[in-house]
């Protein structure tokens, strides 16, 4: 099996810069290998299925949006991941408590998708 291996700066450790390595399998759907990069979770707006710390593997080659896939979004200089949500065309998070935070379509640059998470 062929693995892919990523780095990452760990902001929550110094900088210090870490890898993630993983199957190509462990991906499920079609990915384009060198638009890969991973990054870290700062938050809890996706609490439970993505926690704060958690490593995120984003395919920056897609861009085109499905309803309720995550996705990794660029908004008034920070990045953040949300969920998109096809009927309102709009990013939201899954946490209850941070339901206010909503991100029309037209307000956002989607950065990609993302296809692997790994909860620290």
């Known amino acids: ?4 291996t990523l780095e990452y ?6 900088n210090k810069i870490k890898t993630i390595s993983f199957e190509e399998t462990a991906i499920k759907e079609s990915f384009n290998k060198t638009s890969l990069f991973a990054t870290l979770v ?3 707006s996706m609490q439970p299925l993505i926690t704060h710390k958690a490593i995120l593997v984003v395919d920056i ?3 085109d949006l499905f309803h309720e896939e995550n996705y990794l979004i660029y908004y ?6 949300k969920k998109y949500d ?7 998070s899954i946490n209850p ?9 037209n307000e956002v640059h989607t950065v ?6 790994k909860n620290c």
């Open 9 to 14: 700066t760990d902001v929550f450790d110094n």
């Open 97 to 105: 408590k941070y339901q206010h935070l909503i991100y029309s379509l």
């Open 112 to 117: 990609g998708k993302v296809l692997l998470y």
């Open 76 to 81: 008034k200089n920070r990045m953040w991941i």
């Open 42 to 44: 700062d938050g809890e």
């Open 61 to 63: 080659s897609k861009k």
């Open 86 to 92: 096809n009927n309102i065309k709009s990013f939201v």
């Open 1 to 4: 099996m062929k693995r892919i």
